[in-house]
């Protein structure tokens, strides 16, 4: 069942289960894909394929990390944590992410392949590694490797 399906059919568990937070992160959630859905002029009855929802709930987290981080910095915890939550959420719809090893192991390969040894081609190299790792890795992990490896 694709993506955005299934989070439109785990809202009424989340209400028959009296789930607050969950049924407030599946109900945003599924606005969010609807708003994608017709920002690409589709009918909004219609179903975003798992590569556009997974990119809508990518998105989704990056919010609730740019916000968490941002609470935490003002300190004011009491707001961070609902975000948590929500976070906690969205990531069990999210595929799970390769380590910081996997990630090393494949760059060091990469690395030897395009020949690349200086501090200069990093940029280079993230981006043709993140092309590679697409979806499988977090960004700030792959940038956080290279830059170990090229120093």
Do not use: C, W
Request: charged share 30%; proline share 4%.
């Amino acid at each position: 069942m694709p993506i955005h399906e299934t989070l439109k059919k785990s809202i009424p568990d989340a209400m028959r289960a009296h789930d607050a937070v969950r049924l407030q992160t599946l109900r945003s959630l599924v606005t969010m894909m609807t708003n994608e859905v017709v920002a690409t002029k589709r009918k909004p009855d219609e179903f975003l394929t798992d590569e556009e929802a997974l990119a809508v709930l990518k998105r989704a987290a990056n919010q609730r990390k740019d916000s968490i981080e941002q609470f935490t910095k003002g300190g004011r915890p009491e707001l961070a944590e609902p975000e948590k939550l929500e976070l906690a959420i969205i990531e069990g719809y999210l595929p799970v992410l390769m380590s910081r090893e996997e990630i090393e192991a494949i760059a060091k390969a990469k690395m030897a392949e395009a020949g690349v040894s200086s501090k200069a081609e990093a940029g280079k190299f993230t981006g043709m590694l993140m092309k590679e790792l697409k979806g499988r890795a977090d960004g700030s992990d792959v940038k956080a490797v290279v830059d170990s490896l090229l120093t």
